[in-house]
């Protein structure tokens, strides 16, 4: 008890120096949290994405289209349940800084696809019955303050021009981690202006979603459907929506690395931080130590003491850097919404700052309370005064 | 002319030196001596004479090279480290030149410190500990940390703390040395009445005269060697 005490105390004691050690501390956990959480978000899409979905794009790149004419082929193929199609958009809306995805869909097709995106009934029907209706995210729709009814333009950058939508429906995610931001529109739209302006680029979609009817056919669909269109003139690729997404953002991967190891990088400098601080404050309590010792306390008390003044000062910075962490990840999400639409503290995030925490009061911990018990009771007096 | 008192500290033979790097530094040379229950012993000596050394020993805090310390019936030279910790918790209570309180802990809190290493009750620790501040007169300061204590107030509680386990010997190394003169005549008028009053055998390092004078038996140290003066002090 008394044991307690005395630890409390001192991890308070000089409080000048606990405060800036705790506040490090607080920072790190909250900087540690919050590269945890962007990387997160950033598999968050992938995490979404859906096995059991297939996404068949051009072999050669995702950037050259393939023929409407393979709908109904593909809707042919043993195991295959719907088809959807669409087409990557990437229009502006007014500025470039205000990026958010954009493409065109089959509608119908494509809501049942996407189960996970909610619409209401009405919504859904004002949706399809317009052909220059769209949808947008609750995020997004919030994000500029869109109401049902109104017009949004986007400048097109793929497919040149000014266009018009009206917003018919907000849809909101039926999980946490579901995207609400996306914009989506008819593809007939697209087309049917392709085909005024420029025929050879009507009749194309880039991507087809396709959804099985057993998801351990999924494997089998997609080669298939590779299969099917082996030396035409457009071959396809087809693969699980998951590795299509993790395809998509592997050129980011290299970002995503330096990003973890900036986090770690930063539990290292505040390890290294809090490991001064307690040399310094054991080396000052030297004779604090010895004095218990020659009153016949053992090294188990004076481990408890050491280990315990480390615990107490980084849990209370790991605690405050937690609560940190929520209104911060809150408005970092905010501002960034479109970026990562998901942007939540996951649990293992907090498990991961309360394990660094204990890690580095350990580490802190364990030099000092080496010294303190290996010094002899009288070389540890003579160093008082 | 008195009766024969019982010895309660007996050291024969003492050896000791330091060891720094591949140098060895001889400090205290065939010691042999008795201490009578009930004495209050000065042990005088120039400084580095050894002086320390020899109470740190027969303390129980450090280990002799060669000889052998009884004190009570335990030949303490043959203790583990553990089991001197616990006799040292039980036997000795020690006051110092810096009186090495606990900052961190009330008056009242440091004197209660060794009974924590006791069976007493939460109640009787603290009825303990009362007393023994009440003897040295600090009753009203058992709430105050050490840094609100003059030096005399920190070693008073000092010795509180010392005694509060009514231990065999109690060892004072220099307990006036940094203190000035009127707060020293206070403790060493404090363990003058404990030796005579309580019967607690006192033995106190110091190289002042003065603090010397208090005690009942001088003895000498010089360069590691103990002097054959077995006088009786001459006050
Ligand atoms: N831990 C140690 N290592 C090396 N030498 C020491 C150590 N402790 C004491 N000494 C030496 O032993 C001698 C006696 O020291 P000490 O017992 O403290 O003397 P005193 O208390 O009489 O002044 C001194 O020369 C001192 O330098
Ligand atoms: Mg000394």
């Avoid at chain 1, 005490?5 to 409080?15: D, G, T, V």
């Avoid at chain 1, 997160?40 to 899409?45: K, L, M, P, Q």
């Avoid at chain 1, 999980?175 to 914009?183: A, G, S």
């Avoid at chain 1, 395809?247 to 980011?252: D, K, Q, V």
């Amino acid at each position: 008890m008394m044991i307690l005490k005395i630890l409390f105390r001192n991890a308070f004691h000089n409080k000048l120096r606990s405060g800036l050690t705790i506040l490090g501390i607080a920072v790190a956990i909250l900087a540690f949290g919050l590269l945890r959480t962007v990387i997160d978000s950033w598999y968050a899409g992938v995490e979404a994405a859906s096995t059991s979905r297939l996404v068949t794009r051009n072999a050669i790149s995702i950037i050259f289209p393939l023929p409407i004419s393979y709908n109904e082929k593909i809707r042919q193929i043993e195991g295959v349940k719907m088809v959807s199609y669409g087409n990557w958009f990437g229009g502006v809306y007014i500025d470039e800084k205000n990026f958010f995805p954009n493409f065109c869909v089959e509608p119908k097709t494509y809501l049942d696809i996407y189960p996970e995106f909610v619409l209401s009934p009405a919504e859904k029907k004002a949706f399809l019955a317009d052909r220059k209706g769209f949808v947008a995210g609750r995020k997004l729709a919030k994000k500029y303050g869109w109401r049902i009814g109104d017009t949004i333009t986007l400048k097109g950058t793929i497919f040149p021009g000014n266009w018009d939508f009206v917003l018919r429906g907000v849809y909101h995610g039926r999980d946490d981690t579901t995207d609400e931001t996306q914009f989506y529109f008819h593809w007939a739209y697209l087309n049917e202006t392709m085909k005024k302006v420029s025929p050879p680029r009507a009749e194309q979609v880039g991507f087809y979603m396709i959804t099985v009817t057993r998801p351990d056919l999924s494997s089998d669909v997609a080669l298939a459907v590779d299969k099917t269109f082996k030396n035409s003139l457009a071959e396809t690729l087809t693969e699980t929506e998951k590795a299509f997404n993790q395809g998509f953002i592997a050129m980011s991967g290299a970002i995503v690395t330096a990003i973890q190891m900036v986090s770690f990088v930063v539990i290292f400098i505040i390890m290294a931080v809090v490991a001064n601080t307690m040399a310094m404050t054991t080396r000052e309590r030297i004779g604090d130590y010895a004095i218990m010792k020659t009153l016949g306390f053992g090294g188990r008390d004076i481990t408890i003491l050491i280990f315990g003044e480390s615990l107490v000062m980084t849990l209370t910075g790991c605690l405050t850097g937690m609560a940190l962490t929520f209104p911060a990840a809150q408005a970092f999400g905010h501002t960034l919404a479109t970026f990562f639409p998901v942007f939540r503290v996951s649990g293992e995030t907090l498990c991961l700052d309360i394990a660094a925490a204990v890690l580095i009061a350990c580490f802190a911990a364990i030099i000092p309370t080496r010294q303190a018990i290996r010094i002899g009771i009288a070389d540890g007096l003579r160093r008082v005064g | 002319m008195e009766e024969q008192k019982r010895i309660i500290v007996e050291i024969r033979n003492l050896y000791k030196s330091y060891h720094r790097a591949s140098l060895t530094i001889p400090v205290l040379f065939d010691i042999t001596f008795d201490i009578a229950e009930g004495e209050f012993l000065a042990l005088m000596g120039p400084s580095g004479s050894g002086k320390t050394t020899l109470l740190n020993l027969l303390a129980g805090i450090d280990k002799v090279d060669k000889g052998m310390i009884r004190v009570g019936d335990v030949d303490i030279t043959t203790l583990s480290e553990t089991q001197l910790a616990h006799w040292r918790a039980n036997n000795v209570g020690f006051i110092f030149q810096f009186y090495n309180l606990i900052p961190v802990l009330k008056a009242i809190e440091n004197v209660e410190l060794p009974l924590h290493l006791t069976s007493l009750s939460k109640r009787q620790r603290r009825d303990h500990a009362e007393m023994a501040l009440q003897m040295v007169g600090l009753a009203h300061r058992m709430d105050h940390y050490p840094g609100e204590m003059s030096g005399g107030e920190q070693q008073r509680v000092a010795i509180a703390r010392a005694i509060v386990t009514d231990p065999t010997i109690l060892v004072a190394d220099e307990p006036t040395g940094d203190l000035d003169r009127a707060s020293a005549e206070e403790i060493l008028g404090m363990m003058e009445r404990l030796n005579a009053e309580m019967g607690k055998t006192i033995i106190m390092v110091t190289h002042d005269p003065r603090a010397a004078q208090r005690a009942k038996i001088l003895r000498r140290l010089d360069k590691g060697y103990l002097a054959h003066d077995d006088s009786q002090n001459p006050l």
